[in-house]
């Protein structure tokens, strides 16, 4: 019910747009999650986004840096990533919630997605 894809390898500096396409029960969800988990750390909030009234919510870590929108046409969202960073190398997944709220930990999610992988090389 949840496709997340457009990982890769990425110099640093550079750019990725992640995808997240929706189906089912996770089409227009309370809101969407990204997060991301690298090797041997726990999995990180970074970012959600409400459908209802297309407000964003950002960890520090990324905040101006990454964007997400959506492209209701597609039933998808995305993330935008620029000013990539080694240390933004993980697996990225999308996720969904159903509960009004903001969710920033993985518990608080319903539905997710397989993770695409993002590393950014030096």
């Known amino acids: 019910q949840l496709q997340a894809s457009g990982g890769g390898l990425v110099q640093a500096g550079g750019s990725l747009r992640l995808s997240c396409v929706t189906s089912?029960?996770?089409?227009?969800?309370?809101?969407m999650g990204w997060f991301r988990q690298a090797p041997e750390k726990e999995r990180e909030f970074i970012a959600a986004f409400r459908w209802s009234d297309n407000h964003s919510y950002y960890a520090d870590s990324v905040k101006g840096r990454f964007t997400i929108s959506r492209d209701d046409a597609k039933n998808t969202v995305y993330l935008q990533m620029s000013s990539l960073k080694p240390e933004d190398s993980a697996v990225y997944y999308c996720a969904s919630r159903e509960k009004m709220g903001w969710g920033t930990q993985s518990y608080e999610y319903d539905y997710w997605g397989q993770g695409t992988l993002v590393t950014v090389s030096s």
């Open positions: 089912g029960r996770t089409f227009r969800s309370y809101s």
